[in-house]
């Protein structure tokens, strides 16, 4: 499964840039079901094992595409907390199973302005005339006018999807601000993997059964608990992590998992969706996103393969092995991971670089003025005056 979510993970950046965040979250459940009623009709293992392969391409698209299109929609100061909820709904399910068992595309769209307002007027519960809303649309069509401008000057107009498309997955690993990002997207998800939170799931009873605990009952129940401790870890993180920001916090889960390789652990898996799917540039963002998920359930897929291994070769020393990735998690959050809590999308190049040559100043400069605003002078007032129309259309209704 985790070699199929993989290989849907990383398929689902083009898939999303093209048919829109929400319509590849649609495909991914048409995926799921495809799966489902493989691994149910299964008459041998090969037939169980492909419908495994299926159902985990689907697991991989949902999870690359979820807390992408959560960050493109939330606003800057609760992007954390939104996104994190996947993971909580993730550990919820994972509580529930062990108890079971145990008994935009980019808002602004081209001609599609006045239905991506009408989202932004739902989604803020906002008026349209509202100020703050005006604001955060045109600098959503600015980025989004940006972006086609720089794809058409840098590929031009005769260059196909799939050269614009290997170009820019070439460009996350050859332009050093994108591969700066992508570096910390991907080590993210990998010594995620390593310090061990996934072996915990896959083979608690194992580690229960080689304290002493015995017996079916007793595995489930021990297995049990670990879902309800996955739970109730996942909230803080959730309430907090737009507080705390994100270095903060995957600092003081990779201490406690240090401590103890259990008791915080989804502190670090939240921050583990949020952040690659807010650190990039819009042209690049769904591929970077499939590639950093991809990393993650590799690595998953490997920690799963060499668990039960190194539990019969050195038994407890593998949580030896899995502090050294926790602490490494610690210590290069500390000096490499800069903290994205509260920075606009838009403005991530601020932290990593990028788009600062003159030619894109230019651009930017010139999308603005064709927006209605010459200067940033002409901007404030602008706003200013929505903001007054916005104050008297309340104080009249």
């Given at each position: 499964m985790?070699?199929?979510?993989?290989?849907?993970?990383?398929?689902n950046g083009p898939i999303s840039d093209s048919l829109s965040r929400r319509w590849s979250i649609l495909c991914a459940n048409i995926v799921f079901l495809i799966g489902s009623v493989i691994q149910c009709a299964a008459e041998n293992v090969a037939m169980l094992f492909v419908g495994r392969f299926v159902f985990?391409?689907?697991?991989?698209?949902?999870?690359?595409?979820?807390?992408l299109y959560l960050s493109e929609l939330a606003t800057p100061n609760n992007r954390g907390a939104l996104v994190a909820l996947q993971q909580l709904s993730i550990t919820l399910g994972i509580m529930s199973s062990f108890w079971i068992n145990y008994g935009t595309q980019y808002i602004g769209g081209t001609c599609r302005e006045e239905e991506a307002k009408q989202v932004l007027v739902r989604l803020r519960r906002l008026t349209?005339?509202?100020?703050?809303?005006?604001?955060?649309?045109?600098?959503?069509k600015a980025a989004r006018v940006f972006d086609e401008e720089s794809r058409l000057a840098k590929y031009g107009d005769n260059s196909s999807r799939f050269q614009i498309a290997w170009n820019q997955y070439k460009e996350l690993f050859t332009v050093p601000h994108l591969r700066r990002r992508t570096t910390i997207a991907c080590l993210l998800q990998i010594l995620q993997q390593f310090t061990g939170i996934n072996a915990v799931i896959y083979y608690a009873p194992q580690f229960f059964e080689a304290i002493g605990l015995r017996g079916n009952s007793v595995n489930l129940l021990a297995t049990g608990v670990v879902g309800i401790v996955f739970f109730i870890c996942t909230i803080p993180a959730v309430m907090y992590l737009d507080q705390w920001g994100r270095r903060k916090t995957l600092i003081l889960g990779s201490i406690g998992m240090s401590i103890a390789e259990l008791i915080v652990a989804t502190f670090i898996a939240c921050v583990n969706w949020v952040m690659p799917?807010?650190?990039f540039p819009p042209a690049t963002r769904g591929k970077a996103v499939g590639v950093a998920i991809a990393a993650n359930y590799l690595s998953n897929?490997?920690?799963?393969l060499i668990t039960p291994w190194m539990l019969q070769s050195i038994t407890f020393g593998t949580f030896y092995f899995f502090l050294v990735f926790s602490i490494t998690l610690g210590v290069w959050t500390y000096?490499?991971?800069p903290e994205t809590n509260g920075v606009p999308i838009e403005e991530m190049d601020t932290l990593f670089g990028g788009n600062e040559g003159e030619a894109d100043l230019q651009r930017i400069?010139?999308?603005?003025?064709?927006?209605?605003?010459?200067?940033?002078?002409?901007?404030?007032?602008?706003l200013e005056e929505t903001k007054h129309d916005s104050v008297e259309h309340r104080a009249n209704a």
């Open positions: 985790t070699l199929g979510a993989m290989c849907g993970a990383f398929a985990g391409c689907a697991v991989g698209m949902l999870a690359m595409v979820v807390p349209a005339t509202d100020y703050r809303l005006t604001l955060e649309f045109l600098e959503i799917s807010e650190m897929f490997i920690v799963a000096f490499c991971v400069t010139s999308i603005w003025a064709r927006l209605g605003f010459e200067t940033s002078e002409d901007r404030k007032m602008v």
